[in-house]
């Protein structure tokens, strides 16, 4: 609640991020669109607001990339940064964890990224979590941070392992490679009431 807004992106053209005042409500205006062929935006699907560097991060599904506005921008702007990499495929998810000064990533390409908040262009992943032990199946789609004692990475997927269930994942932060989740949120869609789960967020 540091500036009392919502910000939303929309995934139909002309693709934009709309902000709000936090209490709004009824047919209202946004403060501010960002939209146009400068801001990059390319079927934007997850979104992560960085208050302490005033700065909110977009994932472009269609685009493979990340744009990362400064929290104030209107209009047809260029992003401040722009990560457009191997490291990317589909990218659905976004969390910025300013604590580790690191940006997740959760690629419908069936693996997590992770790279430095500031990382710009063409740069490689710091690690990067991907392979058939985590029984991605197309996904995963929505990332969050939990930072406290678990430390984990939580993303959902809406196919999981060789059941193809929806499901809730729970990764070590600093994990890497072809690693099996910790522990699972899944099983039978009539119990866990999970139905191709999207995005996610961890409140502490």
Same mark, same amino acid.
């Given at each position: ?7 939303? =992106? ?17 047919? =209202?205006?946004? !403060? ?16 992560? /607001? ?9 994932? %472009?599904?269609? $685009? ?17 940064? !722009? ?10 998810? /976004? ?9 997740? /990533?959760?690629? %419908? ?13 063409? =740069? ?40 193809? *269930?929806? *499901? ?6 600093? $994990?890497?490679? %072809?690693? *099996? ?8 869609? *009539?119990?866990?009431? !999970?139905?191709?789960?999207? $995005? ?5």
């Amino acid at each position: 609640l540091v500036n009392d807004e919502l910000l939303v =992106v929309n995934k139909t053209l002309p693709y934009s991020v709309t902000v709000f005042p936090r209490t709004a409500s009824g047919n =209202v205006a946004p !403060l501010r669109t960002i939209t146009g062929a400068l801001t990059g935006l390319d079927d934007p699907r997850g979104i992560s /607001v960085d208050t302490v560097h005033g700065e909110f991060a977009v994932a %472009n599904r269609a $685009g493979f990339s990340i744009t990362t506005f400064a929290r104030t921008a209107n209009g047809n702007v260029a992003p401040v940064r !722009l990560l457009q990499t191997m490291g990317l495929s589909s990218p659905w998810g /976004v969390h910025v964890d300013v604590t580790h000064d690191e940006i997740l /990533v959760a690629n %419908n390409g069936d693996f997590i990224s992770v790279f430095a908040r500031t990382g710009n262009g063409m =740069v490689a992943p710091l690690r990067t979590i991907s392979g058939s032990n985590t029984g991605f199946n197309n996904g995963p789609v929505g990332i969050a941070l939990d930072p406290g004692a678990f430390d984990e990475i939580v993303d959902t997927t809406p196919f999981f392992g060789a059941s193809f *269930a929806p *499901a809730i994942l729970f990764f070590p932060r600093t $994990g890497a490679g %072809n690693i *099996a989740p910790t522990r699972a949120i899944g099983g039978d869609p *009539a119990t866990t009431q !999970l139905a191709s789960p999207n $995005g996610i967020a961890v409140t502490g």
